[in-house]
């Protein structure tokens, strides 16, 4: 009997330690220290690049001085940059419109290559872009299944520490998820897992409830999958 019990009371053991293992595991729940953020940081600040936007017409008003607006982008590879179509939607090569794209402290020009206002998406290619320090690796774009309210993600940026955000939604909105911050994330942001891997961008602003921000729908980065590399 007393064996029993021993044997009893190492397998609740045993299975106690699997389960607190299991619990702060950080790549299957995406629970991450301050030590693990700033190695999340020194991952995702290299791939977010700035983009402002100078027009000096814009519904065809003149803006002497011109007006601008900003936001954020995901560097995809060697000359491409993914950001909101809404920061770029429409457009054009005309001069009054011009697209700029700051990499390491550098503006180099930029234009929009693809565009699905749908989905929230852009593609811009940037010229003269430095080369990457490392190779990008083949990335995977993510599952619907993968989107889930509380869903813990990430954003950060040149030179801001990495921040952790939870999904909110389902919503009635064309973007169901979003979420609520009271830091400042600009259009384009990229939201990332635990491990660096981009899953969504910011891609709405609510502009009657400040912090409240709409995240671009699983397929958008799909889209973005197929039309630069012609996959499935």
């Not at 693990?36 to 290299?46: D, F, R, T, W």
């Not at 491990?195 to 912090?211: C, I, S």
Request: charged share 20%; proline share 9%.
């Amino acid at each position: 009997m007393l064996h029993q019990l021993s044997c009893l009371c190492f397998l609740v053991a045993t299975v106690s330690v699997a389960m607190a293992r299991e619990s702060t595991d950080p790549a299957s729940i995406d629970i991450v220290r301050d030590a693990e953020l700033k190695g999340l940081q020194s991952l995702i600040g290299p791939r977010v690049v700035q983009i402002s936007r100078r027009q000096t017409k814009k519904g065809g008003v003149t803006y002497p001085g011109g007006y601008e607006t900003h936001g954020n982008g995901w560097r995809l590879g060697q000359s491409l940059v993914l950001t909101a179509s809404a920061l770029v939607e429409g457009w054009s090569a005309a001069d009054s419109d011009r697209l700029t794209v700051t990499i390491g402290g550098e503006p180099r020009p930029a234009r929009v290559t693809r565009i699905d206002i749908r989905k929230g998406i852009a593609v811009l290619a940037v010229e003269a872009m430095p080369a990457a320090s490392e190779r990008y690796p083949t990335w995977s774009p993510p599952a619907d299944r993968e989107f889930w309210p509380g869903r813990p993600v990430f954003a950060a940026g040149p030179g801001t520490h990495a921040r952790r955000f939870a999904f909110t939604g389902p919503s009635p909105e064309p973007f169901s998820y979003y979420l609520s911050s009271t830091g400042d994330l600009p259009l384009g942001t990229p939201l990332t897992d635990a491990q660096g891997r981009l899953l969504t961008l910011v891609g709405l602003l609510h502009f009657e409830q400040p912090g409240v921000i709409f995240l671009l729908p699983a397929d958008a980065l799909r889209w973005v999958k197929q039309a630069t590399e012609g996959g499935p």
